[in-house]
């Protein structure tokens, strides 16, 4: 199982703005080990974000996004929201984490 993401979200003037840092080594499939052999590919594919059950953001990422991505992006919402991202991998891994907007 992958390393808990860090999910921060702050609510101001009716528009929360959420901070995920995910930890995945996302890996291009282009870059060789010691041994000389290539390393798969190894990288989120996904992320969906809801708050209260409802989805907030959705989204797609490939192999050239760097190891651990850093997301960014506000919507409308209040203090209390319940935030859950979840990301999945190209190889069937899944993630979900929790936070409150404060």
Do not use: C
């Not at 798969?40 to 490939?62: D, R, Y």
Request: hydrophobic letters at 35%; glycine letters at 10%.
């Amino acid at each position: 199982m992958a390393d808990p993401m860090r999910v921060r979200a702050a609510e101001s003037g009716g528009t929360v703005d959420v901070k995920i840092l995910m930890k995945h080594d996302m890996e291009s499939g282009q870059r060789k080990d010691a041994a000389g052999k290539t390393i798969p590919q190894w990288f989120i594919s996904t992320i969906n974000v809801t708050a209260n059950g409802k989805k907030v953001f959705a989204g797609e990422f490939g192999p050239a996004v760097s190891k651990d991505p850093f997301l960014n992006f506000k919507y409308k919402g209040a203090k209390g929201d319940k935030i859950a991202v979840t990301w999945n991998d190209n190889k069937g891994d899944k993630r979900t984490d929790e936070a409150t907007v404060s």
